[in-house]
């Protein structure tokens, strides 16, 4: 369920046949809309927040799916959604390393992201490590908080959430060979704006549409 830069700790669950019950598509429309919900557990930079939310969205439209970014702290209380994915964003979100209190901990090797599973589950339930992302980042952009290293920021983690919706919605515990959905993604790939949701992931998340149609032309 991760998606790291290193070699690929995943698969701690044991594989088991893939079923595709975990979301309801809408049968009014083609497009599935999803809210993903967001909790920071610590400051955040706006600009990346901004750049994630628009990267996230372009991301999830091959696959017919609408994606409307919310943040936990700023939803009333009970609030309910029809499809949702929720994201605990751990670390400091943001380029800015001023955010970041000295001697914070910064682990290289852990995952950019997970997904965690429940009786051969995928859970609509995941962790984005931004503290992963920044030092990957870091390496190729150094350590400025300007806004294109802002943005480049969320694009980053538009990437990987983009990653985890995918095992998410489409309950699939395998990678793809190629694209956003591979084991891992280097810094390299990290910033690639042209890394995509391959047609093997395609696949799979258009059999949450009724009759398993593509949403694309
Ligand atoms: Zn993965």
Redesign the pocket.
């Known amino acids: ?4 830069t290193g070699f ?1 700790p ?1 698969l701690l669950i044991s594989l088991s046949a893939l079923t595709f019950a975990a979301s309801k598509p809408n049968p009014l429309t083609s497009s599935l809309s999803v809210t993903v919900l967001v909790d920071f557990e610590k400051p955040h930079s706006e600009v990346s927040l901004k750049a994630m939310r628009e990267s996230l969205a372009a991301l999830m439209a091959p696959a017919g799916i609408a994606t409307d970014v919310a943040i936990k702290s700023d939803l009333p209380p009970g609030a309910q959604f029809a499809e949702l994915v929720v994201f605990k964003m751990k670390g400091y979100c943001t380029m800015d390393a001023q955010a970041v209190p000295i001697g914070a901990i910064l682990d290289e090797r852990g995952p950019l ?3 965690y599973a429940s009786d051969g589950e995928v859970l609509h339930f995941g962790e984005v490590e931004c503290d992963h992302i920044r030092h990957s980042l870091g390496r190729l952009l150094g350590a400025a908080a300007s806004v294109k290293n802002q943005t480049a920021m969320g694009h980053a983690m538009a990437k990987v959430m983009a ?2 919706i ?2 998410m919605l489409g309950n699939a515990k395998e ?1 793809t060979h190629k694209g956003l ?3 891992s993604l280097s810094a390299d790939e990290l910033l690639d704006g042209s890394l995509k949701l391959p047609d093997d992931a395609l696949a799979v998340l258009d059999k949450l549409r009724p009759n398993g149609e593509s949403p694309r032309p």
């Open positions: 369920m991760h998606v790291t690929c995943c992201a997970l997904a990653h985890e995918y095992h990678h959905t591979k084991t």
